[in-house]
């Protein structure tokens, strides 16, 4: 390394005036971005505003038409992700590239390992892998199997994967779209002893309050534009989000005093086995849900949620219990029939069970509705009737990709993937909603207009059963809330009587309440 | 430019890999043949030469002149016969690719082929025609032999369904079991149809006037091939299963379990019977396979060899990973295939050469079709580099088209 060069520029990393176009869209518009060394320097964008793009450009996976790429202030070529590791770049995308069966260590030294005569060399590996897990506080298991350990712990692996080539350049890919809370915050201290370790790096996400909190600077693109860097400690929330959605946004939901009406769904005494271990996962559940009224359940990842509504949708048989909608015993009732008797369903993995992936956006749109008479006859199925659906939900819920409803999509964006699947299982009109953590992993503007969508079905007196573990969308959207800990509903509470605080010592388990179902 | 759209397009790109596999196989070929020739003393230069040119033309060879030079031309016979084993080969491909669309690996179709044979002669020889018209018993026999195929395929099915059993190894298992069936049914039947000076016992069903259809297919082709409706039939039923994955709510829903089984059953699409279902056609498909070529009445059944298991089940993967599993495109690989095996006769009759050198033509041939995604990626690669800009994949966009409909505000 050329001492000089790297003294004179203050940036580690310069990416200048990049200009990516793929066929019919400019996905990265003459994008500038520049890391200075040792700061934690965030990349906010909507979904699809062009920031995998231009990480993509920076790890050598595409090459940009126009633009250069600097380190140290020397131009660099990147032909491919071989050459962005030469220069120390390293990434954690945001779905982990890890090998389920191996063990943590295995993972990290794969394709980095030490061998002498064709066998291993572990012993050094496991002592440098040790050292860095200590010094930046990773704490991992080296000897675990990648698929036995958490999401967060699989994130630290990765990690250490950078430190372990001794990487400098740090992207972290919307890294925390899949943790926990707790994980969360676990993961913002480690980025910070990065920071402190002289680590530069590039925090690519769209939500506001991690940016707040753990970025030096800003960097704003939209629809494949640069809008703008601005210093984090000089602008607020409110000015980020009209940044990257161009507008002003509602970062609180605004509505009406619900007006609940009759009820939609009953649970009685609801209990369904565990997968996991031997206990039940849901224990008694008893809850209603009426019509015009967003019910919320609340709680902490692993609480049991997860059985409740594979158990409420079909999706599995519950222990024992009665669940009535409109009226009628359907416990017994098999997915398709249970669904058709009036229940929408938003589900939490939208990967496992929300889209066939291979199939394109139109196929998609009609997954709960192919065998409809309006778009089958005698078993054939109505491509022309399909298309001009699904066209119709694209538009009025502005679902975005690149080649409309022919979109293969698993090649569309997260954020639009879940407005797919809102506008497939909203525009079913049924009058029980369940939703389950409809925002995931959504930017503010996609959040804002799934929120919005919410409430408006709830004043066309629609039954919503949201199901989430984000305390801002627990406060902002729920007209009532059950929180759930450990299977059991521990307490119902009014979301304009409780603070933050309560309702975290109820999901944590430190408080409860006797309650009876309000009939 | 639109050339280049043309070549862009999915289908192209795979069909070039199709069409690269095949020429690399047929070059491998004649490698084969050119080395066999200079190392073999009885062979030399001008054998190789012939046999080089059988692989390629062997369709369309007419015999030898009485100074041994191969002649070549238009011969009806060999169209005939390269239609004739066209037929099982396509339907086994056929099973294969309806399994593979629907998120299954069939290698059972050996032992559906052979359960669809059984049935099929069975019914076709102990019906007596004296008593029931001969027409009404080859369809007794073909809805048999169909039947017969579909449980064969459905047990693996079940398997997986219920048990959660790779449907692989089921199919191994299932294939044995049939080949093993087999032997011990016609051991104890009791039905002999000795024919002439052979020594074994042979099975025809034409002892019972039982046959295909020919639907002029014989008059079209003059000659001695035994060509009958039989290929008609398969193409018919290429078309029907192409239908039913794309066009029908059944195809549909195979499809999405095959691809995403949790995702199909939040929509409420019965999981288990969709698989079940998949392997019951794809087993309908392999023992129709069966049916058609035993039940052209002169094709010789010796129950003695199925201690092995048919090839035809085998090959019928390679035709279907050949066309990409396209039923349409199953057609196609599966006469391709079969002019390889009309040529390797020829090579046997007009040639020193032994007919194994098609087998060894095929194998690589079938090793690069398991390639084809490779070579179709290298494809796809090769024509980037030619002009970077225009051609991304469509799979790799993620950012949204240029025009959409949210109102701009200013920024």
Same mark, same amino acid.
């Given at each position: 390394?050329?001492?000089?060069?790297?003294?004179?520029?203050?940036?580690?990393?310069?990416?200048?005036?990049?200009?990516?176009?793929?066929?019919?869209?400019?996905?990265?518009?003459?994008?500038?971005?520049?890391?200075?060394?040792?700061?934690?320097?965030?990349?906010?964008?909507?979904?699809?505003?062009?920031?995998?793009?231009?990480?993509?450009?920076?790890?050598?996976?595409?090459?940009?038409?126009?633009?250069?790429?600097?380190?140290?202030?020397?131009?660099?070529?990147?032909?491919?992700?071989?050459?962005?590791?030469?220069?120390?770049?390293?990434?954690?995308?945001?779905?982990?590239?890890?090998?389920?069966?191996?063990?943590?260590?295995?993972?990290?030294?794969?394709?980095?390992?030490?061998?002498?005569?064709?066998?291993?060399?572990?012993?050094?590996?496991?002592?440098?892998?040790?050292?860095?897990?200590?010094?930046?506080?990773?704490?991992?298991?080296?000897?675990?199997?990648?698929?036995?350990?958490?999401?967060?712990?699989?994130?630290?692996?990765?990690?250490?994967?950078?430190?372990?080539?001794?990487?400098?350049?740090?992207?972290?890919?919307?890294?925390?779209?899949?943790?926990?809370?707790?994980?969360?915050?676990?993961?913002?201290?480690?980025?910070?002893?990065?920071?402190?370790?002289?680590?530069?790096?590039?925090?690519?996400?769209?939500?506001?309050?991690?940016?707040?909190?753990?970025?030096? !600077?800003?960097?704003?693109? !939209? *629809?494949?534009?640069?809008?703008?860097?601005?210093?984090?400690?000089?602008?607020?929330?409110?000015?980020?989000?009209?940044?990257?959605?161009?507008?002003?946004?509602?970062?609180?939901?605004?509505?009406?005093?619900?007006?609940?009406?009759?009820?939609?769904?009953?649970?009685?005494?609801?209990?369904?086995?565990?997968?996991?271990?031997?206990?039940?996962?849901?224990?008694?559940?008893?809850?209603?849900?009426?019509?015009?009224?967003?019910?919320?359940?609340?709680?902490?990842?692993?609480?049991?949620?997860?059985?409740?509504?594979?158990?409420?949708?079909?999706?599995?048989?519950?222990?024992?219990?009665?669940?009535?909608?409109?009226?009628?015993?359907?416990?017994?009732?098999?997915?398709?029939?249970?669904?058709?008797?009036?229940?929408?369903?938003?589900?939490?993995?939208?990967?496992?069970?929300?889209?066939?992936?291979?199939?394109?956006?139109?196929?998609?749109?009609?997954?709960?509705?192919?065998?409809?008479?309006?778009?089958?006859?005698?078993?054939?199925? *109505?491509?022309?009737?399909?298309?001009?659906?699904?066209?119709?939900?694209?538009?009025?819920?502005?679902?975005?990709?690149?080649?409309?409803?022919?979109?293969?999509?698993?090649?569309?964006?997260?954020?639009?993937?879940?407005?797919?699947?809102?506008?497939?299982?909203?525009? !079913?009109?049924?009058?029980?909603?369940?939703?389950?953590?409809?925002?995931?992993?959504?930017?503010?503007?996609?959040?804002?207009?799934?929120?919005?969508?919410?409430?408006?079905?709830?004043?066309?007196?629609?039954?919503?059963?949201?199901?989430?573990?984000?305390?801002?969308?627990?406060?902002?959207?729920?007209?009532?809330?059950?929180?759930?800990?450990?299977?059991?509903?521990?307490?119902?509470?009014?979301?304009?009587?409780?603070?933050?605080?309560?309702?975290?010592?109820?999901?944590?388990?430190?408080?409860?309440?006797?309650?009876?179902?309000?009939? | 430019?639109?050339?280049?759209?043309?070549?862009?397009?999915?289908?192209?790109?795979?069909?070039?890999?199709?069409?690269?596999?095949?020429?690399?196989?047929?070059?491998?070929?004649?490698?084969?043949?050119?080395?066999?020739?200079?190392?073999?003393? /009885?062979?030399?230069?001008?054998?190789?030469? @012939?046999?080089?040119?059988?692989?390629?033309?062997?369709?369309?060879?007419?015999?030898?002149?009485?100074?041994?030079?191969?002649?070549?031309?238009?011969?009806?016979?060999?169209?005939?016969?390269?239609?004739?084993?066209?037929?099982?080969?396509?339907?086994?491909?056929?099973?294969?690719?309806?399994?593979?669309?629907?998120?299954?690996?069939?290698?059972?179709?050996?032992?559906?082929?052979?359960?669809?044979?059984?049935?099929?002669?069975?019914?076709?020889? /102990?019906?007596?025609?004296?008593?029931?018209?001969?027409? %009404?018993?080859?369809?007794?026999?073909?809805?048999?032999?169909?039947?017969?195929?579909?449980?064969?395929?459905?047990?693996?099915?079940?398997?997986?369904?219920?048990?959660?059993?790779?449907?692989?190894?089921? =199919?191994?298992?299932?294939?044995?079991?049939?080949?093993? %069936?087999?032997?011990?049914?016609?051991?104890?039947?009791?039905?002999? =149809?000795?024919?002439?000076?052979?020594?074994?016992? #042979?099975?025809?069903?034409?002892?019972?006037?039982?046959?295909?259809? @020919?639907?002029?297919?014989?008059?079209?082709?003059?000659?001695?091939?035994?060509?009958?409706?039989?290929?008609?039939?398969?193409?018919?039923?290429?078309?029907?299963?192409?239908?039913?994955?794309? @066009?029908?709510?059944?195809?549909?829903?195979?499809?999405?379990?095959?691809?995403?089984?949790?995702?199909?059953?939040?929509?409420?699409?019965?999981?288990?019977?969709?698989?079940?279902?998949?392997?019951?056609?794809?087993?309908?498909?392999?023992?129709?396979?069966?049916?058609?070529?035993?039940?052209?009445?002169?094709?010789?059944?010796?129950?003695?060899?199925?201690?092995?298991?048919?090839?035809?089940?085998?090959?019928? %993967?390679?035709?279907?990973?050949?066309?990409? =599993?396209?039923?349409?495109?199953?057609?196609?690989?599966?006469?391709?295939?079969?002019?390889?095996?009309?040529?390797?006769?020829?090579?046997?009759?007009?040639?020193?050469?032994?007919?194994? #050198?098609?087998?060894?033509?095929?194998?690589?041939?079938?090793?690069?079709?398991?390639?084809?995604?490779?070579?179709?990626?290298?494809?796809?690669?090769?024509?980037?580099?030619?002009?970077?800009?225009?051609?991304? @994949?469509?799979?790799?966009?993620?950012?949204?088209?240029?025009?959409?409909?949210?109102?701009?505000?200013?920024?």
């Amino acid at each position: 390394m050329d001492e000089k060069t790297e003294k004179g520029s203050p940036y580690v990393i310069e990416m200048l005036h990049i200009t990516k176009e793929f066929p019919g869209i400019k996905a990265n518009d003459d994008i500038t971005l520049q890391l200075k060394r040792g700061e934690i320097h965030a990349l906010l964008g909507e979904n699809g505003a062009g920031k995998s793009t231009l990480m993509s450009v920076l790890f050598g996976l595409y090459q940009p038409e126009k633009g250069e790429i600097r380190k140290n202030g020397k131009v660099v070529k990147i032909k491919d992700p071989n050459d962005a590791t030469a220069l120390n770049i390293g990434m954690v995308h945001q779905h982990f590239k890890l090998i389920e069966v191996f063990s943590v260590l295995d993972n990290i030294i794969l394709g980095a390992e030490d061998t002498k005569l064709g066998f291993l060399q572990k012993k050094e590996a496991r002592r440098k892998v040790k050292a860095l897990s200590e010094r930046y506080g990773l704490a991992i298991d080296m000897d675990a199997k990648i698929e036995d350990i958490t999401v967060g712990m699989q994130q630290r692996v990765e990690i250490l994967k950078m430190l372990y080539r001794d990487n400098d350049i740090l992207i972290f890919d919307e890294p925390t779209a899949v943790l926990t809370p707790q994980e969360i915050v676990e993961l913002m201290q480690i980025m910070r002893n990065l920071k402190a370790e002289g680590k530069s790096i590039l925090f690519i996400s769209h939500k506001l309050n991690e940016i707040m909190e753990v970025s030096d !600077r800003v960097t704003v693109l !939209r *629809k494949g534009k640069y809008i703008g860097t601005v210093e984090t400690k000089d602008t607020t929330k409110e000015e980020l989000s009209r940044m990257m959605v161009g507008r002003p946004v509602q970062l609180v939901v605004e509505k009406d005093e619900a007006k609940p009406t009759d009820t939609v769904l009953k649970i009685d005494s609801l209990t369904v086995a565990s997968k996991i271990h031997k206990n039940n996962a849901v224990k008694n559940v008893s809850l209603s849900v009426r019509k015009g009224e967003i019910v919320c359940i609340a709680g902490i990842d692993g609480n049991g949620q997860t059985e409740f509504v594979h158990a409420l949708t079909g999706l599995e048989k519950p222990v024992s219990g009665k669940i009535e909608l409109l009226g009628k015993d359907i416990t017994k009732f098999p997915i398709r029939k249970r669904s058709l008797a009036g229940m929408s369903h938003i589900p939490e993995d939208r990967h496992k069970h929300g889209l066939v992936l291979d199939f394109t956006l139109e196929q998609n749109m009609v997954l709960q509705r192919y065998f409809e008479p309006r778009f089958q006859k005698a078993g054939f199925i *109505k491509f022309s009737e399909v298309r001009r659906y699904a066209e119709g939900l694209i538009e009025k819920f502005d679902v975005r990709s690149g080649e409309g409803p022919v979109t293969p999509a698993r090649s569309m964006s997260g954020g639009n993937q879940q407005k797919a699947i809102v506008a497939r299982e909203l525009d !079913r009109d049924m009058p029980l909603i369940v939703a389950v953590q409809p925002t995931r992993g959504l930017d503010v503007g996609a959040i804002e207009f799934i929120h919005k969508q919410l409430v408006e079905e709830r004043d066309r007196g629609k039954a919503v059963l949201l199901i989430s573990l984000e305390l801002e969308e627990v406060m902002n959207l729920s007209d009532r809330i059950l929180v759930m800990y450990e299977g059991e509903i521990v307490g119902e509470l009014d979301p304009k009587k409780t603070t933050v605080e309560e309702l975290g010592l109820y999901m944590a388990g430190a408080k409860r309440q006797d309650r009876e179902v309000k009939e | 430019m639109k050339f280049r759209k043309f070549l862009n397009k999915n289908g192209t790109r795979s069909l070039l890999a199709t069409l690269i596999s095949i020429l690399i196989g047929l070059i491998a070929g004649a490698i084969t043949i050119l080395l066999v020739g200079i190392f073999d003393q /009885k062979l030399g230069l001008r054998e190789a030469w @012939k046999g080089i040119r059988l692989i390629f033309f062997g369709l369309f060879s007419d015999g030898v002149d009485k100074a041994g030079n191969l002649l070549f031309g238009f011969n009806t016979t060999n169209i005939g016969d390269m239609l004739f084993r066209a037929t099982p080969i396509i339907m086994t491909g056929l099973s294969v690719s309806l399994a593979y669309k629907t998120g299954l690996f069939n290698i059972g179709a050996s032992g559906q082929f052979l359960a669809g044979t059984t049935a099929a002669l069975f019914l076709a020889l /102990k019906i007596p025609t004296t008593v029931v018209p001969a027409w %009404i018993v080859w369809i007794i026999a073909f809805l048999g032999g169909m039947l017969a195929g579909a449980l064969w395929g459905a047990l693996p099915g079940l398997m997986k369904a219920f048990l959660n059993i790779n449907e692989v190894l089921a =199919c191994i298992m299932t294939n044995w079991l049939a080949a093993n %069936i087999v032997t011990w049914v016609f051991e104890g039947s009791g039905l002999q =149809c000795t024919e002439g000076t052979k020594t074994q016992v #042979i099975w025809k069903t034409a002892h019972n006037g039982v046959s295909n259809p @020919k639907f002029g297919l014989d008059k079209l082709l003059p000659g001695s091939s035994q060509v009958d409706g039989g290929i008609i039939i398969a193409i018919i039923f290429a078309v029907l299963v192409y239908i039913l994955l794309t @066009k029908t709510t059944l195809g549909y829903e195979l499809k999405a379990c095959g691809s995403n089984r949790h995702a199909a059953r939040y929509a409420g699409i019965r999981d288990k019977r969709s698989i079940v279902l998949s392997m019951a056609i794809a087993g309908a498909l392999a023992g129709l396979g069966g049916t058609l070529y035993y039940l052209s009445g002169t094709t010789e059944f010796h129950w003695q060899t199925y201690m092995a298991l048919p090839g035809e089940g085998f090959t019928g %993967i390679a035709v279907a990973l050949l066309g990409a =599993c396209n039923p349409i495109a199953n057609i196609f690989t599966g006469m391709f295939l079969s002019t390889l095996d009309v040529a390797g006769s020829k090579l046997s009759f007009f040639t020193e050469y032994n007919e194994y #050198i098609t087998d060894v033509i095929i194998a690589v041939i079938v090793y690069l079709s398991a390639f084809s995604l490779f070579i179709k990626l290298k494809i796809t690669k090769w024509l980037k580099i030619k002009e970077p800009s225009k051609l991304g @994949k469509p799979e790799e966009i993620k950012a949204p088209p240029a025009e959409n409909t949210r109102k701009e505000g200013e920024a």
